[in-house]
């Protein structure tokens, strides 16, 4: 039986993707700082873990390690939005920001390399459309998606010769934690809440998108209307991707 790792496993996304990855015969192993009243499946392992605390990530490292030598698929799903202007963010939370959308996901790859090559596995980043375009009112959130991005793109060809493939998918915008939409004071919230973006998609619409490019074995994976529209036009006219994403996602 293959084995997946998931972060932000509790998380609507999270929960699709799992879901449909156990039809195809995968132990999933998800990783989330809180499950709630979730309880896993028999081929279902939930590990409770705050990717910022270094010692509990360490520790969730080793006990999937000492479970699963060899891993076939890690999905880096974890990760959080901000939302405010920049002049109102505090460095601290730009750090924060960081720390769980790119250190925690860069820790984990390096952890995971020796079990990934073992599989010859792949390594999943979720990015965003924010990971290759600029986003109106999160700085933050679209640095760490475009740091998360450069990162995996770089490791794709050190991988390549271990038969290791390194693919990126950035949804738009996934209605995710409609339910757990309540922002932190610093502005900081898990993405897909309500008012997190425009057009949505569900979780599981989301997750087949992402599951197809993962079996085509695509680089990059552009998951929803929104998402190819600003990718094509970002690449064509940056200018004008600018002008429309100010105009659309400001409102004005």
Known sequence: ???????????????????????????????????????????EEFIQCDLTNRDELH?????????HPVLHLVIYNAGVTQIGAFQDQSEESH???FEINYFAAVAMAKAFLPAIRAGKG???????????????????????????????KSLRSEEKAYDVRVQIA????VATNLGNAARQEDGIARPGSATDGKDYMTPDAAADEILKGL???????LIG????LSWWINRLSPRLYQKLMEREISGG
């Open 1 to 43: 039986m293959k084995v997946a790792v998931i972060t932000g496993g509790a998380g609507g996304l999270g929960q699709a993707l799992s879901r449909k990855l156990l039809t195809r015969d995968f132990q999933v192993v998800l990783i989330d700082r809180d499950f709630g009243a979730l309880t896993p499946s028999p081929h």
């Open 59 to 67: 520790a969730a490292v080793e006990q999937i390690l000492t479970r």
């Open 95 to 97: 750090r924060k920001v």
């Open 122 to 152: 792949v390594h999943l980043a979720i990015s965003s459309v924010a990971g290759f375009a600029p986003l109106y009112l999160r700085t933050s959130y679209a640095a760490s998606k475009h740091a998360m991005e450069g990162f995996f």
């Open 170 to 173: 950035a949804p738009s915008f």
């Open 215 to 221: 079996d085509r074995g695509s680089p990059m994976i």
């Open 225 to 228: 209307r929104v998402a190819r």
